[in-house]
């Protein structure tokens, strides 16, 4: 008897295995096509989260530029850029300095990074970027003609 009844015990398990792979292989196969599906869907939301910062990117650039002095950006200085704005505009330091109101020694001392601009300055430098050379010219002889006419007045 205890073969009889072996053979039944393994039988059962048998036909209980295979009724519960039926079961659960569909499962499995459903669970496997969702983590495909997922994965291809994370996948797909990095890639237009990487279109949309570049698109950002590319849109905050121009706005940025164009106002540069009107908007709420901070605007940065930076020594070297000093000296090339300087040899752009063809000016020396002392003629840069009369154009911002400043001493020539702040010109020199932001040059060699001995100190920094205030913000007011920034500002100042930043509208010069947008000069040309003529413009440049114009406002110095414009500066040296009011320099002139102040000279020139007696004391009452």
Do not use: C
């Not at 205890?2 to 519960?20: C, F, H, Q, T």
Request: charged fraction near 30%.
């Amino acid at each position: 008897m205890p073969n009889i009844a072996s053979l039944l015990k393994a039988e059962i398990s048998r036909i209980s295995r295979r009724e519960i792979r039926g079961q659960v292989e569909p499962l499995r196969k459903a669970s496997a096509a969702y983590r495909r599906e997922i994965a291809s869907l994370k996948r797909e939301v990095q890639s237009l989260k990487r279109q949309a910062s570049l698109l950002a990117k590319r849109t905050a650039k121009p706005a940025e530029s164009v106002d540069a002095q009107d908007s709420a950006t901070p605007l940065r200085f930076v020594a070297k850029g000093l000296r090339s704005l300087r040899s752009r505009l063809g000016v020396s330091a002392p003629e840069l300095a009369t154009l911002m109101g400043v001493s020539a020694q702040s010109i020199y001392n932001w040059e060699t990074k001995k100190t920094v601009p205030r913000k007011e300055q920034v500002v100042n430098l930043s509208k010069l970027r947008a000069l040309g050379k003529r413009d440049v010219r114009a406002r110095l002889e414009a500066i040296a003609g009011q320099g002139k006419k102040k000279a020139g007045r007696k004391p009452a």
